[in-house]
């Protein structure tokens, strides 16, 4: 599944993170998963789960996604790997347009989340909402309510 919703996460075992850009931070001591690096994820970016934890419980988050194939797709996203040593993103073309984008695999411990989600996902998916509240709203009324204004 797809998820696209500022807030939303990921946990896995492996996973692939494709963005037109990825910065690393300094090494830091997570206080839950230890030593780890931060990585944000900038322009387009994405994170897929390509193998589950096992056992399959969150570690950081409860609303963690943590089915395989679940996919972060944002503007901007960060993640965190459990693992000191820098991975090197490789580039890629044909990602999304013209544009060349880097991608990354992780073997260890992975944690994503959408900082800034598409603002035009976004925007969509408020005006479905806001018709879906108008249709509902139109259907409530009593039909006796509804005879009165004819």
């Given at each position: 599944?797809?998820?696209?919703?500022?807030?939303?996460?990921?946990?896995?075992?492996?996973?692939?993170?494709?963005?037109?850009?990825?910065?690393?931070?300094?090494?830091?001591?997570?206080?839950?998963?230890?030593?780890?690096?931060?990585?944000?994820?900038?322009?387009?970016?994405?994170?897929?789960?390509?193998?589950?934890?096992?056992?399959?419980?969150?570690?950081?988050?409860?609303?963690?996604?943590l089915n395989i194939s679940d996919k972060l797709n944002a503007e901007k996203l960060y993640f965190i790997v459990e693992k000191?040593?820098r991975i090197k993103p490789k580039r890629i073309s044909g990602h999304t347009g013209r544009h060349g984008s880097q991608k990354?695999?992780?073997?260890?411990?992975?944690?994503?989340?959408?900082?800034?989600?598409?603002?035009?996902?976004?925007?969509?998916?408020?005006?479905?909402?806001?018709?879906?509240?108008?249709?509902?709203?139109?259907?409530?009324?009593?039909?006796?309510?509804?005879?009165?204004?004819?």
């Open positions: 599944m797809v998820f696209y919703n500022e807030g939303e996460k990921i946990e896995c075992q492996h996973s692939e993170i494709i963005a037109k850009e990825i910065i690393p931070s300094a090494p830091y001591n997570h206080p839950t998963i230890g030593l780890s690096l931060k990585y944000k994820c900038n322009r387009n970016g994405s994170a897929e789960i390509t193998k589950e934890l096992e056992p399959k419980e969150s570690r950081l988050s409860e609303d963690s996604n000191i040593i990354m695999n992780t073997k260890e411990y992975s944690f994503a989340e959408i900082t800034k989600p598409f603002t035009h996902i976004k925007n969509a998916l408020e005006k479905r909402k806001r018709e879906l509240d108008k249709q509902k709203s139109l259907n409530t009324i009593p039909p006796s309510h509804i005879a009165s204004n004819f």
